[in-house]
């Protein structure tokens, strides 16, 4: 048997080839415009050496079950006999794993099961066999409350916890950033060690304290600082622990992350990589024994849209599928209507069945670390494990993660990030599907359930009192909600007055001419909850508008532009734009009354925000 | 009620004003989670028990929001108690004996079928017991 070598039938082809007909193709354009860069200014390049080419890196250590991740579906309804039902539905269905999220979890918005005692969390785990599932805990500030009754529970079944796979999910600095106030940092750090030996004594094995940065995803962090303020998280409770009387090798063991995936299916597989090189270098250089990291992923609330909320079921699936083959140990896809209010079953099933496909049918579980040596996702998890690592020492020069968030630091980083972010989403450089491009002004509203958290539910706990430390509340961000303010504010016109805001398109020449500006123009305005009535100049008044935009090609300008304005302002048009740079015209047209020129590039959400309010005739 | 708490500073070596706090938090636990009226017939048995579970374990309201958190009570369950133990300052030996002195003192007046009673219950005790 001779090998085969099929490649050899190719010409050879060096890197300078494929550069010479690079350049071609840009047509003169520079090189440097085909490389696009992350939040972080990590620079993503156009094509990348084979991983294997690539200088020798570290590889990144991955997943702890081999064939599969955990399937994990949030317990979220407040509702606790309805939690039941659909988490029985749930784990009956595929899910393998159990996410509780109570009232105070940061995750939880307006929901959350209300359970308030032992009895309540025994009506909700009716009929599931604890020692059988995956358990993680999301109580965000009633963390250690939630904690201590979940153990009685397990004990009350006389369940050996040693073989039970349970997280604990204790993140009180989350909760800090989250809610602004947490237990001051002796009382805390004697706290966690308690807990921390009650867990051992009741023989729980598992995570205790949790570093989750979906509190900092969700005010609009980049992929670096996630990772760096999850390792500054951790390395802050190895601290606490060990003034609590918790050995750092004990403790290390028992700390787990949460982290998120995105849209972004490349940066999110890097970035997941990327966190088990941390935390492997963290234990390095805290000569500790190496040891794996229990890595748990959640789907990104942020990316998630209200509206056109369909195109959440790809954001899901490419997120989720970034989470399983970056090495997720567990994983939660947020339902579709996740944005919109409480999930209902038939978005839980979908939420539930992106998993299951990626798991039973394309078995994407069963290829350990599937992206190792290609060039681009290598270069990319050490480039964001490298800038995680200097957020990290950033935020140990502060004095620790608590400290950071104390005096604003963890802010004022955020805030550059998201402040750059939102500029790029209002240019639409970073377009949202469905909401600033493609939107759909005439979708039907989705369903989500009705059911809330009563105003007086409260978890019995320990009742403890201590001194707080305080920091500004960390305000959690969707990436669709400035376009969604807009499309509200059409609703509710729509209510009011029987009609959305319209606007009139000035159609100019033939359709050749103007549809492709004209469906440009009116997507545009979709994406602001603006409708249009279209036309020829000569029939704006018969619109009864009072704004008017015309379109067509630059040829069609050049010989009907300033007509078309003199038309418009004869009819009355209070307004009048123009789509497309206007080029030499610009003076005459302006001139003739036009107002704005509307052309890709520009700040959108500004001039849709004026556009609407205009048309709803809030301002002149 | 004062000979239980003797005793428990005695075999614990705790302060008095802690064994009473102790004592009051372990009460408060058997007087949120227990049967009602199980409850109360015990507590009638052991003069002071009822006040001592008040002063320690707040009012014990559960689920009774803002109220029931400014009580300082809202016992969740046996660990809970536990960890509010350990918070008073106790470690986990001087909290088995606590445990085992109040089950002991409270058979002895009240006898020992009711004590059993009252402590099946308390949801989840049986896993420590």
Redesign the interface.
Same mark, same amino acid.
Request: glycine share 6%; proline share 0%.
């Given at each position: 048997m001779t090998n085969l070598n099929l490649a050899s039938e190719f010409p050879a082809l060096e890197r300078e080839d494929w550069r010479a007909l690079v350049e071609a193709s840009l047509k003169g354009r520079p090189f440097e415009t085909l490389r696009k860069a992350t939040a972080d200014g990590i620079v993503i390049e156009p094509v990348y050496a084979a991983g294997h080419e690539a200088p020798a890196l570290p590889a990144a250590p991955s997943r702890n079950t081999p064939d599969a991740w955990t399937l994990v579906q949030r317990a979220d309804m407040p509702d606790v006999s309805s939690a039941n039902t659909q988490m029985l539905d749930d784990l009956v269905n595929g899910a393998t794993g159990i996410s509780l999220v109570t009232p105070g979890s940061i995750s939880a918005g307006a929901s959350g099961v209300a359970i /308030?005692? &032992?009895?309540s969390l025994?009506r909700f785990f009716d009929g599931v066999e604890l020692d059988l599932i995956d358990l993680r805990l999301d109580g965000g500030r009633n963390g250690? +409350?939630l904690a #201590?009754?979940i153990? +009685?529970?397990?004990? @009350?079944? @006389?369940l050996d916890l040693s073989r039970c796979r349970l997280t604990l999910g204790l993140d009180p600095l989350g909760a800090f950033a989250h809610g602004g106030k947490v237990t001051e940092r002796d009382e805390l750090s @004697? @706290?966690f060690g =308690? $807990?921390f030996?009650?867990a051992g =004594? %009741?023989d729980h094995a598992g995570p205790v304290a949790q570093a989750d940065t979906r509190v900092y995803h969700g005010a609009g962090c980049s992929e670096a600082q996630e990772l760096g303020f999850a390792l500054a998280t951790s390395v802050e409770y190895l601290r606490m622990l060990e003034a609590g009387g918790i050995a750092p090798a004990d403790a290390a063991a028992r700390i787990s992350m949460l982290v998120t995936a995105d849209a972004d299916q490349f940066v999110s597989i890097a970035k997941i990589r990327a966190a088990r090189l941390l935390w492997a270098r963290l234990l390095e250089v805290s000569e500790l024994a190496p040891a794996p990291l229990t890595l748990h992923v959640e789907t990104a609330a942020r990316m998630m849209s209200r509206r056109d909320p369909h195109v959440n079921l790809l954001r899901g699936t490419t997120a989720s599928f970034a989470a399983g083959i970056g090495g997720a140990d567990s994983v939660t896809v947020l339902p579709f209507t996740h944005a919109m209010g409480l999930p209902d079953s038939f978005a839980r099933r979908m939420a539930r069945n992106i998993q299951s496909l990626l798991l039973e049918e394309s078995r994407v579980g069963r290829v350990r670390d599937a992206t190792a040596g290609s060039g681009h996702v290598e270069a990319l998890t050490h480039d964001l494990a490298r800038a995680g690592w200097g957020i990290f020492q950033a935020i140990e020069a502060q004095g620790g993660m608590m400290a950071a968030l104390g005096n604003g630091k963890v802010h004022s980083l955020i805030d550059k990030v998201r402040v750059a972010r939102n500029l790029d989403i209002a240019r639409r450089k970073t377009p949202l599907t469905g909401v600033s491009e493609f939107p759909n002004l005439h979708e039907a509203p989705g369903k989500v359930l009705d059911m809330s958290v009563p105003? =007086?539910? &409260? $978890? %019995?706990? /320990?009742? #403890?009192?201590s001194g707080m430390e305080t920091c500004e509340p960390l305000q959690q961000h969707r990436l669709s909600e400035g376009f969604e303010a807009l499309r509200d504010a059409s609703d509710i016109h729509l209510k009011e007055t029987g009609a959305r805001p319209r606007i009139f398109l000035a159609e100019l020449g033939k359709p050749a001419d103007f549809t492709l500006r004209a469906t440009w123009m009116s997507n545009l305005l979709a994406s602001g909850g603006i409708d249009v009535v279209t036309g020829s100049p000569e029939e704006f008044s018969a619109s009864k508008l009072d704004i008017a935009c015309v379109c067509s090609s630059d040829a069609a300008y050049e010989d009907g532009a300033l007509i078309a304005v003199q038309t418009l302002v004869q009819q009355g048009a209070r307004r009048i734009m123009l789509a497309g740079k206007p080029g030499q015209l610009e003076d005459q047209l302006t001139a003739a009354g036009v107002q704005q020129f509307v052309h890709a590039g520009q700040n959108v959400l500004t001039l849709l925000d004026d556009i609407s309010r205009l048309a709803r005739g809030e301002a002149s | 009620m004062q000979d239980l708490i003797d005793r428990i500073v005695e075999k614990t070596g705790l302060a008095p004003d802690v064994a009473e706090k102790a004592t009051g938090i372990m009460l408060s636990l058997v007087k949120t989670q227990g049967d009602k009226a199980k409850v109360t017939q015990l507590f009638d048995a052991i003069p002071g028990a009822g006040e001592l579970a008040q002063l320690h374990g707040g009012d014990g309201a559960r689920g009774g929001g803002l109220l029931g958190m400014l009580g300082g009570g809202l016992m969740g369950g046996p660990l809970a108690a536990v960890s509010k133990l350990q918070a008073t300052g106790l470690n986990m030996d001087q909290i088995k004996v606590l445990g085992k002195e109040t089950l002991g003192y409270a058979k002895e007046k009240a006898g020992e079928d009711l004590v059993k009673d009252v402590a099946n219950s308390i949801p989840g005790i049986s896993g420590y017991l």
């Open positions: /308030t005692d &032992s009895r025994q250690r +409350d #201590l009754l153990l +009685d529970e397990y004990k @009350r079944r @006389r @004697r @706290r =308690d $807990m030996n009650l =004594d %009741a105003a =007086d539910w &409260s $978890m %019995a706990g /320990t009742g #403890l009192k | -």
